[in-house]
């Protein structure tokens, strides 16, 4: 390749408004392949989580020695924050002498609607900065190459016997800017696609999850009602 039509040479060549939108897409690159990177861990290690602790949860431990051992770790996952959400509502109401299983479930419910909610969000966080790189980037850079083509063409008025070899630099320097367009969009589409698949799969397993735990504490709350209602009539008799 002739060291004149060189992608270094080319942006180096390019006018200022080309170069300023070069570096908006390397910026925006280096960007997304951040939130590449961390989102893509965060994820992977949240799913992880969630199998594991659910194997923990249905091995037959005790749900308090369980409690326990969460408020003992210094993070938790995102199972684990509903778990504790849902037990530590299902202490409060029976604290409180609710005898009715179903007013202890609306409020241990609740409180684990609003546990899932807040881990959903956390997993969708950042994920819209790579939308908006993958969806905007192109333009960006369809920007840049209209302009640089425009000064190309400008540049032409002075000179007298337009030829391709005077033309093809401005036109290859204003090109470059659509090509990186497309090498920031594109990674940032994939990424968000998967990701938001996967954001989708683990806020489905937190909810069922939740639904789960929700009936096995109607159970013991309608166990303890039936208890309660016993020994109401032992001491009656």
């Not at 202490?91 to 479930?105: I, L």
């Not at 990701?195 to 929700?214: K, N, P």
Request: with cysteine; net charge neutral; glycine share 8%.
């Amino acid at each position: 390749m002739n060291d004149s039509m060189s992608i270094v040479n080319l942006i180096a060549h390019a006018s200022f408004v080309v170069q300023l939108v070069m570096l908006l897409l390397v910026l925006a690159s280096l960007g997304s392949w951040i939130v590449i990177i961390q989102r893509g861990r965060f994820l992977n290690a949240t799913d992880k989580a969630l199998k594991n602790f659910e194997e923990r949860f249905w091995s037959g431990i005790d749900l308090n020695d369980l409690y326990r051992e969460c408020q003992t770790q210094s993070t938790t996952s995102a199972a684990e924050n509903v778990f504790m959400a849902g037990l530590k509502e299902f202490g409060k109401m029976r604290q409180q002498n609710t005898s009715d299983p179903e007013a202890v479930m609306v409020g241990v419910q609740r409180a684990m609607r609003v546990s899932v909610t807040r881990e959903s969000e956390k997993l969708d966080n950042h994920l819209p900065l790579l939308a908006t790189i993958g969806s905007t980037s192109p333009y960006v850079g369809l920007f840049g190459t209209v302009w640089g083509i425009m000064h190309a063409f400008h540049g032409l008025a002075n000179v007298k016997q337009a030829t391709i070899a005077t033309v093809a630099p401005g036109i290859s320097e204003a090109l470059v800017a659509t090509a990186m367009g497309l090498l920031a969009a594109i990674p940032a589409v994939i990424f968000y696609n998967r990701y938001v698949v996967s954001c989708d799969r683990i806020s489905s397993g937190l909810g069922t999850f939740a639904e789960e735990f929700g009936t096995l504490l109607f159970r013991k709350a309608h166990k303890m009602h039936q208890s309660n209602v016993s020994q109401g009539r032992e001491g009656k008799s």
